[in-house]
């Protein structure tokens, strides 16, 4: 017997009809006839019942949903549970029933009956539709590994059975296009989606999906392409976001921006447009516009700490540092425990020179996350975080002891942050030059740890500081297995060959790893490398040709942007072009020693010598220790008849190379500091009778 669940309105007839109709149904009936309508009276009577209890649990299942009251859901289940047995073949009481179990979060009591109704009828799509999103939901609230897979995997039967028996249901294909993308099924969600778009061209959502699913493996300008098709027909402003995305993913923040602003024109009250415009800006380099739209956001989602967090990064690219710290400290305010907030503290007290603050900061935090109960999950990875950025804070400031015993206090928390201790501890040994200690302390790590191939790598370029190649590149390439990750491994056997001079070799394992690249950002790598290469080998022509061919890939890109421009300086050629290239990169990076540097020795070749002074002394504030700084200052003075100052950072420069790394060490450079050293003294020494006779 198939019921039809009443609407209210009929529930007031029934109500009323019954009520009107109670003394006649008290009648008796007639001796005659009684006999005769007994069956068709019993029959009646169950039916009417059925109808009763469809029609209560209809009512408390209203009620429930306004007051959300567990008695209102009893109370609907109960009725529903009558009606059931009254008609167990019914499988439309069974649908109210499995759904009543699953709005009340009753969910194993709903898959049970969703299933009981499939067993008997296996076509029945209502019970497969509550079974699909009985396993979505679920998926939030599973932490295990396995379980959300078997999870996933019963959701997607479920929907392919949907789909099998109604075709045209569009949204459960692109229910399964999801699932198909979340379990690493990329093949199968594009045939899904291409299938609905194949029956309608213009469904957002799968448009939408498909987007996704083509710039997550980065076919960019496929979704782009995409994208365009039905933004022609019907502009939408979540599509012009996607679209925003990919041109993001491309390093194209101008047509980003484009993109985002038609996205922001269309729905001007969704905050992830504005978000997305103001990430394009700041991309850009257009921070004033970028800072507009966060102040918008600030406005829009007050309580958010983010956008406080990005407003005091732009303050800092405008080197504001007061305003920048404002804002830190507004986010600090809607997110006092934050790490991200804490580090970005730590970050401007440090650009200011606030070293001792920033280290407070930082060590404030690993004592307030101490104080927590060890039992709380969280707190493990915390403790690590922090005392990574602590013990890294200590490495800037060269202070290698503190930052050591900070990194070592990283061990005892567990096995994975036992193994990046050990990295930050080998790290901190080199860049302190002391190989010995980091040798020492990377065997002990693979004697702990024989497989890990972080470490593995680490030992490898350690020989290669150690003026090793051959044993570096023999450790190295024992870690090639013919797969993607071997482009790393390249790489670093190239900068190994790089770092001691063997050119030849460095730009074979270029070769090698040109041929794995598939990502723009990994072309970008392979182009530096290669244009150092060339430079390093006095094949400027080359070097600029490669550089210019990274440039055209990704404007914005600092390393090479800084590399061409003092590649130019150094050599006295195109000096405007050469400071406009630095400039650039110190646009991307502003307080890069290296960068400043770069300008300071530009503006020496152009006989800026006040500019360049100012640039190298700012430089040195960064790297009080790198001997071709110290020696840029020193020409500085020299050029200025500063002879003392000129001599004491020559001499600081030779003594920072006689100490620097063994692959590092230039001895060309070396020589040619010497020779400078010993011509003033000469010089001066010559002066000297010259003065002494005049008085």
């Known amino acids: 017997m198939k019921i039809q669940l009443p609407s209210a309105v009929a529930l007031l007839v029934v109500v009323s009809t019954g009520a009107w109709a109670a ?381 050591i015993s900070t990194f070592r206090q990283m061990v005892d928390l567990g096995p994975e942050e036992d193994r990046r201790a050990r990295l930050l501890i080998i790290d901190a040994y080199r860049a302190s030059h002391d190989l010995s200690h980091a040798f020492d302390e990377a065997q002990k790590a693979l004697a702990a740890y024989p497989n890990d191939r972080n470490l593995r790598i680490n030992q490898a370029l350690l020989y290669g500081e150690n003026n090793q190649p051959d044993q570096a590149a023999q450790s190295l390439r024992t870690l090639l297995d013919k797969s993607a990750a071997d482009l790393e491994i390249d790489i670093d056997i190239a900068q190994v060959y790089e770092q001691c001079q063997r050119y030849a070799d460095a730009e074979a394992a270029i070769r090698s790893a040109e041929k794995l690249v598939t990502r723009p950002a990994d072309r970008e790598t392979i182009g530096f490398s290669l244009g150092a290469v060339y430079e390093h080998q006095k094949k400027y022509d080359q070097a600029e040709q490669v550089f210019k061919g990274v440039l055209a890939i990704n404007p914005r890109n600092a390393a090479v942007l800084n590399y061409y421009g003092y590649m130019l300086a150094d050599r006295g050629l195109r000096l405007d072009e050469a400071v406009a290239l630095v400039q650039r990169a110190l646009t991307e990076d502003p307080g890069n020693a290296s960068y400043l540097d770069s300008l300071g020795w530009a503006y020496y070749k152009q006989n800026k010598f006040a500019e360049a002074e100012t640039y190298l002394r700012m430089a040195l504030q960064g790297e009080a220790h790198n001997p071709t700084m110290l020696s840029h200052l020193g020409d500085v003075y020299a050029k200025t008849g500063r002879d003392d100052m000129a001599a004491a950072e020559w001499q600081k420069s030779l003594a920072e190379w006689q100490n620097a790394l063994p692959s590092s060490r230039d001895p060309d450079k070396v020589t040619e500091l010497q020779q400078k050293i010993a011509n003033l003294k000469r010089r001066v020494a010559q002066q000297k009778p010259t003065e002494s006779n005049t008085q």
């Open 23 to 403: 003394p006649a149904a008290r009648q008796a009936p007639s001796r005659q006839t009684a006999p005769a309508q007994a069956p068709a009276s019993a029959a009646a009577d169950r039916e009417s019942e059925i109808y009763f209890d469809l029609t209560m649990g209809h009512v408390s299942e209203q009620e429930y949903g306004s007051t959300n009251r567990v008695e209102d859901a009893n109370r609907a289940i109960d009725f529903y549970k009558k009606a059931a047995a009254l008609d167990p073949s019914s499988t439309v009481i069974g649908e109210h029933l499995a759904e009543m179990y699953f709005v009340s979060e009753r969910t194993p009591e709903a898959i049970a009956s969703a299933q009981d109704i499939l067993r008997r009828d296996p076509t029945n799509l209502a019970a497969r539709r509550l079974l699909a999103r009985i396993y979505v939901r679920s998926l939030g609230d599973l932490s295990n590994a396995s379980d959300q897979s078997s999870t996933i995997a019963q959701a997607i039967e479920q929907f392919r059975e949907i789909i099998r028996l109604d075709p045209s249901d569009e949204d459960s294909a692109i229910w399964l296009a999801r699932l198909y993308r979340l379990s690493n099924q990329h093949d199968q969600a594009e045939k899904v989606l291409r299938g609905v778009l194949t029956s309608d061209p213009d469904n957002e959502g799968a448009v939408g999906q498909l987007a996704q699913l083509l710039l997550d493996e980065d076919r960019s300008d496929e979704a782009i392409a995409l994208l365009q098709q039905i933004l022609e027909r019907a502009p939408s402003a979540g599509l012009y976001q996607q679209m925003g995305d990919a041109y993001m993913q491309l390093h194209d923040a101008d047509r980003a921006e484009e993109a985002y602003q038609h996205a922001v024109d269309l729905d001007p009250d969704q905050a992830d447009h504005h978000q997305g415009l103001a990430e394009a800006l700041f991309d850009s380099g257009k921070y004033q516009a970028a800072l507009a739209e966060y102040q918008k956001l600030a406005q829009m989602e007050p309580e958010d700490p983010n956008n406080h967090l990005h407003l005091a990064e732009i303050y800092r690219q405008l080197h504001q540092l007061d305003k920048a710290e404002q804002e830190v400290l507004q986010a600090k305010l809607r997110a006092p425990g934050s790490l991200e907030v804490i580090y970005n503290e730590a970050t401007i007290y440090e650009a200011e020179g606030r070293y001792e603050d920033a280290i407070r900061v930082l060590s404030d935090a690993v004592t307030a996350v101490k104080a927590q109960a060890s039992a709380d999950p969280s707190r493990r990875r915390t403790l690590a975080i922090l005392y990574q950025l602590l013990g890294q804070l200590y490495r800037d400031e060269e202070n290698y002891t503190a930052a």
